[in-house]
């Protein structure tokens, strides 16, 4: 079996690699600004016993993007499983985002995953392949934060998107899903290589933010052939964050 993980140099991405290589996977690498650390993750890949491929991608620079996305796929022999995982965010207030911030986060969550999804889905097509395709989203693409009206937009399109690949790709035995993640300890949210059970998040019912491995596991269970019939949905996992609205209103 093969993936491709994008953003996989660090965080989630690189927690995805290590766990889909653990069942079975040679995974195709991508790093946008951290070369060492994407070779730090294909050396996890190989330790596993699986093959790696390492590219670069650039997804401010969206048009390029399914070149690296087909030379990861050949090098590698085929494509099963694809990852939309690279990401970038802005924190501004919407009465100060400007229009070069607003088109850079666009241009990379969305726009880039656009690209790389297409290019992974056409491979399947071609192929035959009743592939995989998962898309990291965030719980904002489901509840607004404030001062990330960019970032909100970016990963709430993506989440239609997601809906629609999973529409017209059906027919071709390729399942389509978001995984949204809220507060996960990875160099995004200042919590690089920190245990997140030594963190406390009382606003959290689950009392800490999550562990990257544990969205890596979820992103694992959604690409594995028992979820064949699982496609369209957004799964949240924030240790019940989103539920606080709830308590919140009483």
């Known amino acids: 079996?093969?993936?491709?993980v994008t953003g996989s140099d660090s965080g989630i991405g690189r927690a995805a690699a290590a766990v889909l290589a653990g069942r079975?996977?040679?995974?195709?690498?991508?790093?946008?600004?951290?070369e060492a650390g994407a070779r730090g993750t294909a050396d996890?890949?190989?330790?596993a016993g699986r093959r790696a491929e390492v590219r670069r991608l650039d997804l401010s620079r969206a048009d390029g993007a399914a070149a690296v996305i087909d030379e990861l796929a050949g090098a590698l022999g085929g494509l099963d499983a694809f990852v939309a995982n690279a990401g970038t965010g802005a924190s501004?207030?919407?009465l100060e985002t400007d229009l070069g911030t607003w088109r850079h986060v666009l241009e990379v969550d969305l726009t880039g995953a656009f690209v790389c999804c297409q290019a992974a889905a056409r491979r399947m097509v071609a192929a035959g392949t009743p592939g995989r395709i998962v898309a990291v989203t965030s719980v904002h693409e489901h509840i607004?934060?404030?001062?990330?009206?960019?970032?909100?937009?970016?990963?709430?399109?993506?989440?239609?998107?997601?809906?629609?690949?999973?529409?017209?790709?059906?027919e071709?035995?390729?399942?389509?899903?978001?995984?949204?993640?809220g507060?996960?300890?990875?160099?995004?949210?200042?919590?690089?290589d920190v245990d997140p059970h030594a963190i406390e998040r009382p606003a959290i019912p689950a009392g800490r933010p999550g562990d990257a491995r544990e969205v890596g596991e979820l992103i694992a269970?959604?690409?594995?052939?028992?979820?064949?019939?699982?496609?369209?949905?957004?799964?949240?996992?924030?240790?019940?964050?989103?539920?606080?609205?709830a308590v919140q209103d009483a």
């Open 183 to 192: 507060e996960i300890a990875t160099p995004m949210t200042g919590n690089e």
């Open 144 to 170: 607004p934060l404030p001062g990330s009206s960019a970032y909100c937009a970016a990963k709430g399109g993506l989440g239609l998107l997601v809906k629609t690949m999973a529409l017209e790709l059906a």
């Open 92 to 94: 501004t207030p919407f």
């Open 1 to 4: 079996m093969i993936a491709i």
């Open 44 to 47: 996890e890949v190989r330790a």
């Open 221 to 245: 269970h959604l690409l594995a052939p028992a979820s064949r019939y699982t496609t369209g949905a957004s799964f949240v996992i924030d240790g019940g964050l989103t539920l606080m609205a």
């Open 24 to 34: 079975g996977y040679d995974v195709g690498v991508t790093w946008h600004e951290d």
């Open 172 to 181: 071709h035995g390729i399942t389509v899903n978001a995984v949204a993640p």
